[in-house]
T-cell receptor, first 115, second 107 residues
Framework: DVKVTQSSRYLVKRTGEKVFLECVQD?????MFWYRQDPGLGLRLIYF???????EKGDIPEGYSVSREKKERFSLILESASTNQTSMYLC??????????????FGSGTRLTVV | AQRVTQPEKLLSVFKGAPVELKCNYS??????LFWYVQYSRQRLQLLLR??SRESIKGFTADLNKGETSFHLKKPFAQEEDSAMYYC?????????FGQGTELSVKP
């Protein structure tokens, strides 16, 4: 019962290409997030969205943009891929802001290699 | 600034030994903390949240506001506990993660 789906498990792209990473959730969650996961650095927040057509910058937004046209879909865009964007990209979603039951549901990740 | 620190990149123990994965945080307010785990070839998943005061798979974590810590503990490690562990702090609707600690439990 997959709840957060990332369209690609592995991607290899060339420097300068425009890259789209897609994430879809089927839990009707309001909040969606994009992180990158690097050894020794943990998970770093790139962008997030609390509602359709809304987006907020995270800690490392440079070189990235996002799109949320529908509630269930949150896309990460690398405008011009560079080798330092080689990483594991994780999408997550969560519902509301209530205490006691808050938590993320993660996708399985997309490992992007830029050559 | 809000921050989560996991000082150990790698923790290696033998099966049956006690385990403590360290997590320190900085937060101005009442913190809400979590531990997430990622087993090999699996997605990241919630292990436990401090507000629930629960024990999952034998793991517990106590929030110590005086020491600003939320260490994860298990009295007797099992080989299946080998995984990557992340401590996380809630800031509004988003989570701030630590650098992660890889736990390796040897037979």
């Amino acid at each position: 019962d997959v709840k957060v789906t990332q369209s690609s498990r592995y991607l290899v792209k060339r420097t300068g290409e425009k890259v789209f990473l897609e994430c879809v959730q089927d839990m009707d969650h309001e909040n969606m997030f994009w992180y990158r996961q690097d050894p020794g650095l943990g998970l770093r927040l790139i962008y997030f969205s609390y509602d359709v057509k809304m987006k907020e910058k995270g800690d490392i937004p440079e070189g990235y943009s996002v799109s949320r046209e529908k509630k269930e879909r949150f896309s990460l865009i690398l405008e011009s891929a560079s080798t330092n964007q080689t990483s594991m990209y994780l999408c997550a979603s969560s519902s509301g802001t209530g205490l006691g039951n808050y938590g993320y549901t993660f996708g399985s990740g997309t490992r992007l290699t830029v050559v | 600034a809000q921050r989560v620190t996991q000082p150990e990149k790698l923790l290696s123990v033998f099966k049956g030994a006690p385990v403590e994965l360290k997590c320190n945080y900085s937060y101005s307010g009442s913190p809400e903390l979590f531990w997430y785990v990622q087993y090999s070839r699996q997605r990241l998943q919630l292990l436990l949240r401090h507000i629930s005061r629960e024990s999952i798979k034998g793991f517990t974590a106590d929030l110590n506001k005086g020491e600003t810590s939320f260490h994860l503990k298990k009295p007797f490690a099992q080989e299946e506990d080998s995984a990557m562990y992340y401590c996380a702090l809630r800031q509004g609707g988003k989570l701030i993660f630590g650098q992660g600690t890889e736990l390796s439990v040897k037979p």
